[in-house]
């Protein structure tokens, strides 16, 4: 489907981060695009009142949550097809991030209505740029499973993941996901953890996954606040994955040169380490 938002009706949506703790990040563009809102689509309706108070700012607002996003959608996006400018925040950070926001998103989009982001705080990239781990490639995860059972699952199935993996945690499970983490990835992995970022009582901490528990169990990190965790992906599965790569693109080459199947997956075997029927089977499947 392709939409020309350009020739959309003048109702639109904007997107708009709201800071993490410190009202300091709030930006011009921010408080611009809420005073300008005929209508702010909020999470916590009191919250963000409190928020506009702040910034002097009276407009209507309408509670949109994970509760009653399917239902309200349609008329808001009505309202906007009548040229209403609608501001999208949720309680803390960039909204439809952990947070409400992606359907209306998506139904406006449908419409082809003017879908603008005001960027600001998304509290995993402000963990992220300050852990000290690798950002080039990342894999944000969001909360994990609640239940003990099925978070510990979903750890072991990343524990192979080479990109750095980013998570959302609440207090209350802080230091059994910190625990279920040291069992899936190995107390030895390099991790850090966020806490309050932004706020007056940040902490921020880079430290193995086992000392980051030991941090937690003994109380020299607080066991209060918002966390972010952030895990070092695997190094070997990189190099697994690398190997991989250049042994499919050496078979290619020796194909390309004239090589029968059997002699490049035997000659790229004895290179790589890796298996000459797997090598040999993958070329027959391309
Ligand atoms: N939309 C938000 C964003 O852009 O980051 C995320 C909302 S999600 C419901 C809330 C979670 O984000 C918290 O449980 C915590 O994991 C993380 N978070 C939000 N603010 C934070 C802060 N100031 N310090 C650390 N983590 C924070």
């Given at each position: 489907?392709?939409?020309d938002?350009?020739n959309?009706a003048?109702?639109?949506?904007e997107v708009?981060?709201?800071?993490?703790g410190n009202l300091?990040?709030a930006?011009?563009r921010?408080r611009e695009a809420?005073a300008?809102a005929?209508?702010?689509?909020?999470e916590?309706?009191?919250r963000t009142?409190?928020l506009?108070?702040?910034?002097?700012?009276?407009?209507p607002?309408f509670?949109?949550h994970?509760h009653?996003?399917?239902?309200?959608v349609?008329g808001?996006?009505a309202r906007m097809?009548?040229?209403?400018?609608?501001a999208?925040v949720?309680?803390?950070?960039t909204?439809a991030?952990s947070?409400?926001?992606?359907?209306?998103?998506r139904?406006?989009l449908a419409?082809g209505?003017?879908v603008?982001p005001?960027?600001?705080?998304?509290?995993?990239?402000a963990a992220l740029?300050?852990s000290?781990l690798?950002?080039d490639?990342?894999?944000?995860?969001?909360f994990?499973?609640?239940?003990a059972?099925a978070?510990?699952?979903?750890?072991q199935?990343?524990?192979?993941e080479?990109?750095?993996?980013v998570?959302y945690?609440?207090?209350?499970?802080?230091?059994?996901s910190?625990?279920?983490?040291v069992?899936?990835?190995?107390?030895?992995?390099p991790?850090?953890?966020?806490?309050e970022?932004?706020?007056m009582h940040?902490q921020?901490?880079?430290?193995?996954l086992?000392?980051l528990?030991?941090a937690?169990?003994?109380?020299?990190v607080t066991?209060?606040?918002?966390?972010?965790?952030?895990?070092?992906g695997n190094?070997?599965a990189?190099d697994?994955?690398?190997?991989q790569?250049?042994?499919?693109e050496?078979?290619?080459?020796?194909?390309a040169?004239?090589?029968s199947r059997?002699?490049?997956a035997?000659l790229?075997a004895?290179?790589s380490?890796?298996s000459?029927?797997d090598l040999?089977?993958?070329t027959?499947?391309d």
């Amino acid at each position: 489907m392709s939409l020309d938002v350009d020739n959309a009706a003048q109702g639109r949506l904007e997107v708009v981060a709201t800071p993490i703790g410190n009202l300091g990040d709030a930006s011009t563009r921010m408080r611009e695009a809420l005073a300008a809102a005929d209508l702010v689509v909020a999470e916590d309706t009191r919250r963000t009142g409190r928020l506009l108070t702040q910034f002097g700012v009276d407009r209507p607002l309408f509670a949109l949550h994970d509760h009653n996003e399917s239902e309200v959608v349609p008329g808001l996006v009505a309202r906007m097809r009548d040229g209403a400018r609608l501001a999208l925040v949720s309680d803390a950070g960039t909204p439809a991030i952990s947070d409400p926001g992606f359907r209306l998103v998506r139904a406006a989009l449908a419409e082809g209505l003017r879908v603008t982001p005001i960027p600001g705080a998304v509290a995993l990239i402000a963990a992220l740029s300050v852990s000290g781990l690798p950002t080039d490639r990342f894999a944000f995860e969001g909360f994990p499973p609640a239940k003990a059972k099925a978070r510990l699952a979903s750890f072991q199935a990343l524990a192979n993941e080479p990109r750095t993996l980013v998570f959302y945690e609440a207090v209350h499970r802080i230091e059994a996901s910190l625990r279920d983490a040291v069992t899936a990835f190995g107390a030895e992995r390099p991790a850090f953890l966020a806490r309050e970022l932004t706020k007056m009582h940040e902490q921020c901490v880079s430290d193995s996954l086992g000392g980051l528990l030991e941090a937690v169990a003994t109380g020299r990190v607080t066991a209060k606040g918002e966390f972010v965790l952030a895990v070092a992906g695997n190094p070997t599965a990189g190099d697994a994955e690398h190997v991989q790569v250049g042994a499919s693109e050496l078979m290619r080459r020796l194909l390309a040169a004239g090589l029968s199947r059997g002699d490049a997956a035997r000659l790229v075997a004895g290179v790589s380490g890796l298996s000459r029927n797997d090598l040999y089977a993958a070329t027959v499947d391309d």
